[in-house]
């Protein structure tokens, strides 16, 4: 008894002394590091996991009303604006998942020319100034003043026209959905494709 008991003893004293094998290391990292060690906890860095943000909108109801969230926040948009001479002048505001929104400028006598949005529906608002629309649908032609304060929502395929006619600038916010890569730009009877938004400004 007392031999197995020593000998007991030096296995569990060789077992402290001598270190565990390493684990083989497996997989295409095999420096050990994992996401937690490199970036922390996650649960440690609320900005991380913060459930409080905004739902991207899904609907044309969704769009309308982002897009008087935009317009009734004057300190975002308002220091964007420039007036462009020779074109109607343009920026990128928000992008999201399935659509995109813009910010316009128009002076005085400045148009869009008839044209269509491709594929594309959206939702059009005047934040400052006056601008005028003219549509053509299969009823004929019709027109409406665009004031701050109301939307225009439109469908794919809608064709129409928005001119700056007063003799002050305007400035109006554009949301389309999907984002817009495809316009046609309507003379007499025939259409013409024109480039994307971010290579004309003269096509919204």
Known sequence: MTRIRKRNRDRNK??????????????????????????????AFPHLARTDLPSHPTTIAGYARLVRE????RARWEPLVR???LTRWY?????????????????????????????SSGVLTVVQGELVERSLTHAGEGAR???????????????????NGTLEPAVSIHLYTPGLTEM?????????????????????
């Open 14 to 43: 060789l077992a402290r002394q001598s270190p565990a094998p390493a684990a083989p290391r497996s997989g295409r990292w095999n420096d050990g590091l994992s996401d937690v060690s490199i970036a922390g906890d996650p649960l």
């Open 70 to 73: 935009i317009a009734a926040d």
């Open 83 to 85: 007036y462009d001479a």
């Open 91 to 119: 920026a990128r505001l928000e992008t999201g998942p399935g659509y995109e929104v813009w910010l316009l400028s128009w002076l005085p006598g400045q148009s869009s020319g008839f044209h269509d949005h491709g594929a």
């Open 145 to 163: 003043t665009l004031r701050p304060g109301r939307q225009r929502v439109f469908s794919s395929g809608y064709l129409h026209e928005v001119v």
């Open 184 to 204: 046609n730009q309507y003379g007499d009877t025939t259409a013409v494709p024109e480039q994307h938004p971010q290579d004309r400004a003269g096509t919204r």
